[in-house]
């Protein structure tokens, strides 16, 4: 396997929020758990993102050399389970900020009750 060390500066310098490192690190404790390279958990990831998707999609890796690519393609191999799936995606869930959490905030004080035992009307969109 392709010794992959001098990433830790670069992963080291994106790693500039919380939030990233939170990410990070969570792919890293899957690939322990699963005894393999962080890469095959985030290709792995992606694949799984990708097949749920309204539109599939392919994630392009781009390698530079052929142990690269023999590297990348043995991230076929991996396979998650759906509690590393959630773990990963809950973590690195996008906020939808404002209007969307403060409507879903507002919900239960100024309607009176548990949000989802409200119907909210379908709004067309075009």
């Not at 191999?77 to 809950?90: G, Y």
Request: aromatic share 4%; net charge negative; no cysteine.
């Amino acid at each position: 396997m392709e010794d992959l060390t001098h990433l830790d500066a670069a992963i080291d310098e994106l790693e500039d929020t919380t939030r990233k490192t939170e990410i990070v690190d969570a792919v890293l404790d899957v690939a322990a758990e699963l005894d393999v390279p962080a890469s095959h958990v985030a290709i792995a990831w992606m694949r799984h993102q990708g097949a749920q998707a309204a539109t599939a999609y392919v994630p392009i890796i781009g390698p530079r050399s052929v142990a690269q690519l023999d590297n990348y393609l043995s991230a076929l191999d991996v396979t998650l389970t759906q509690a590393q799936f959630v773990r990963l995606d809950k973590v690195s869930a996008i906020r939808l900020g404002t209007p969307h959490e403060l409507n879903a905030w507002s919900v239960s004080p100024i309607r009176g009750g548990d949000a989802s035992m409200i119907d909210e009307p379908a709004i067309p969109v075009a």
